[in-house]
């Protein structure tokens, strides 16, 4: 299949596994633990079955096994030890694991198997926070040192979201149980980027609070409409690319117009665009800036 990708560099296994390609070496010159290919111009390429193995390896390794006593190991004993410390200690690395190999292969088979193993164990919410976030921080480092392909990150985060609505619309059934205040949540125009507001709006859905979901490059003249039918509105958005760092005085300045029309409203806002701005110049009264979504949950 032309879509797998069975072929990796050194760099590729140092980014996956957290193993520096120095050590990589080390492990393969001195233990044999691989036996990676050459091209025509000498270059290391590891196929699937030696990423699956360092990356067993490196479980093994994390969990206070030397690096000597793993290389005596035969080949299946490796992953029936690897087996054993996850059912002992937490799944988180061996899940990790399986995310990353689901997404590099396409595989929506194992990440299926992956989840549905962690949902034995753990909430939706433990779930999201030890594992997702953990692979979603590491996207970008792969996606930058082109380990993997825009068409992954998509391939995984659509499945992450497809959880997330699932969640959502199980508690979606039960009538909102916090009827002062309504979370409207949007994200600004030329903003697509929804994984993290989607799991907000599910976090709100689960302490028991309405909410109005709208998504995607909302203009701010259509949220108006909503003051129209709701009072004490909080307008929830997340700025990961949009607007630019240049523009957010002036989108603050076109929002808070609209909340003057509303004096018991206010704006969340989180995201990769609004991280520096409270410290160099701390915002008061209807807009509030949030540096996680821990954070904004915590003050529920």
Same mark, same amino acid.
């Given at each position: 299949?032309?879509?797998?990708?069975?072929?990796?560099?050194?760099?590729?296994?140092?980014?996956?596994?957290?193993? %520096?390609? !120095?050590?990589?070496?080390?492990?393969?010159?001195?233990?044999?633990?691989?036996?990676?290919?050459?091209?025509?111009?000498?270059?290391?390429?590891?196929?699937?079955?030696?990423?699956?193995?360092?990356?067993?390896?490196?479980?093994?390794?994390?969990?206070?096994?030397?690096?000597?006593?793993?290389?005596?190991?035969?080949?299946?004993?490796?992953?029936?030890?690897?087996?054993?410390?996850?059912?002992?200690?937490?799944?988180?690395?061996?899940?990790?694991?399986?995310?990353?190999?689901?997404?590099?292969?396409?595989?929506?088979?194992?990440?299926?198997?992956?989840?549905?193993?962690?949902?034995?164990?753990?909430?939706?919410?433990?779930?999201?926070?030890?594992?997702?976030?953990?692979?979603?921080?590491?996207?970008?480092?792969?996606?930058?040192?082109?380990?993997?392909?825009?068409?992954?990150? !998509? #391939?995984?985060?659509?499945?992450?979201?497809? %959880?997330?609505?699932? !969640?959502?619309?199980?508690?979606?059934?039960?009538?909102?149980?916090?009827?002062?205040?309504?979370?409207?949540?949007?994200?600004?125009?030329?903003?697509?980027?929804?994984?993290?507001?989607?799991?907000?709006?599910?976090?709100?859905?689960?302490?028991?609070?309405?909410?109005?979901?709208?998504?995607?490059?909302?203009?701010?003249?259509?949220?108006?409409?909503?003051?129209?039918?709701?009072?004490?509105?909080? #307008?929830?958005?997340?700025?990961?690319?949009?607007?630019?760092?240049?523009?957010?005085?002036?989108?603050?300045?076109? #929002?808070?117009?609209?909340?003057?029309?509303?004096?018991?409203? %206010?704006?969340?806002?989180?995201? !990769?665009?609004?991280?520096?701005?409270?410290?160099?110049?701390?915002?008061?009264?209807?807009?509030?800036?949030?540096?996680?979504?821990?954070?904004?949950?915590?003050?529920?």
């Amino acid at each position: 299949m032309n879509s797998v990708k069975t072929s990796f560099s050194i760099r590729d296994m140092e980014n996956l596994s957290g193993i %520096k390609a !120095h050590t990589i070496r080390i492990w393969e010159k001195r233990y044999n633990l691989f036996s990676p290919e050459r091209t025509d111009t000498n270059i290391r390429t590891y196929n699937l079955e030696s990423l699956q193995k360092l990356l067993n390896v490196t479980l093994l390794y994390n969990n206070g096994y030397k690096i000597s006593k793993i290389a005596k190991m035969g080949e299946e004993k490796i992953p029936v030890l690897v087996n054993e410390i996850i059912s002992e200690k937490s799944e988180k690395s061996h899940a990790l694991n399986s995310l990353k190999l689901a997404m590099l292969n396409f595989d929506q088979s194992l990440f299926l198997k992956t989840y549905n193993g962690l949902m034995e164990e753990k909430s939706f919410t433990q779930i999201f926070n030890e594992v997702f976030i953990p692979l979603l921080n590491e996207l970008g480092l792969l996606w930058q040192t082109n380990t993997i392909s825009p068409a992954h990150e !998509h #391939f995984i985060s659509n499945l992450i979201k497809q %959880k997330i609505y699932i !969640h959502t619309e199980k508690l979606q059934f039960e009538s909102p149980t916090k009827k002062d205040e309504v979370f409207v949540l949007f994200l600004p125009e030329n903003e697509i980027h929804e994984l993290g507001l989607l799991y907000i709006n599910y976090q709100l859905a689960l302490q028991g609070y309405k909410t109005i979901y709208l998504g995607q490059t909302m203009p701010i003249e259509s949220l108006e409409d909503l003051l129209k039918y709701y009072n004490n509105i909080r #307008f929830v958005s997340y700025f990961t690319v949009a607007p630019t760092k240049d523009e957010i005085d002036d989108y603050f300045e076109r #929002f808070r117009e609209v909340l003057k029309k509303s004096p018991g409203s %206010k704006l969340y806002v989180l995201g !990769h665009q609004i991280q520096e701005i409270g410290e160099q110049k701390p915002l008061e009264g209807s807009i509030k800036i949030f540096k996680s979504i821990n954070q904004l949950v915590d003050t529920l």
